[in-house]
């Protein structure tokens, strides 16, 4: 057994023991929101949030983009699960910052093992082999926070699956300090519209 494996897994031994009655929680998220955000370690939804368990839906991915599954889950949320207000937040230090399509397609053709930044550029370590398949893949890099966080809010309030009644709010998060930093222009871009 891995050492990684072996902690989660006498993580959650301790985890069950003091579960209490969470397993009467409702299906239905009790704030009803949700936030799209990036899966970087350092950002905990929950507390800059402010959830508990039950409380709101949190989809994560790299760089917290508008991907067609985000999405996916996003219409999910609202349609069946009831949620009326979402937030995407985006964060600065994002490591989708630190590369683009072309050097990650590069890195896999060349090995599939893991590289190394030194700072400025990306060092592939690995033997190979290596995969073109990422070469088929919009990777979703960023450029700059809030351009990004304003193309995603876009892309989703104009979606043909999102009803136009939700509210859409864009953020980055400031690794930091832990500050939600407001994207007036995503939040604009986001405003629920009239339904005629």
């Known amino acids: 057994m891995s050492q990684i494996l072996d902690e989660v897994l006498k993580a959650n031994l301790v985890y069950q023991k003091t579960f209490g009655d969470k397993g009467r929680l ?3 998220p009790t704030r009803q929101f949700a ?5 970087d370690a350092r ?21 917290g983009r508008a991907s067609d599954d985000a999405i996916r889950s996003l219409v999910i949320s609202t349609k069946l699960l009831g949620t009326r207000e979402w937030f995407v937040i985006h964060h600065g230090e994002c490591g989708m910052e630190m590369f683009n399509d072309g050097t990650i397609r590069q890195l896999l053709a060349s090995s599939l093992d893991t590289a190394k930044y030194d700072g400025t550029t ?18 979703l890099t960023i450029s700059e926070q809030s351009t990004s966080v304003v193309a995603d809010v876009a892309r989703i309030r104009n979606h043909p699956l999102v009803p136009s009644s939700i509210p859409i709010y864009g953020y980055v998060y400031d690794v930091r300090s832990g500050a939600l930093l407001e994207v007036v222009e995503a939040t604009r871009v986001g405003q629920p519209r009239s339904q005629t």
């Open 43 to 63: 950002i905990d939804p929950a507390k800059l949030a402010g959830l508990s368990e039950g409380d709101a839906h949190v989809i994560r991915n790299a760089g």
């Open 26 to 28: 409702a299906l239905l």
């Open 35 to 39: 936030i799209l955000t990036c899966m």
């Open 122 to 139: 990306w060092h592939d370590l690995g033997k190979g082999p290596g995969s073109h398949e990422g070469d088929y893949v919009d990777w």
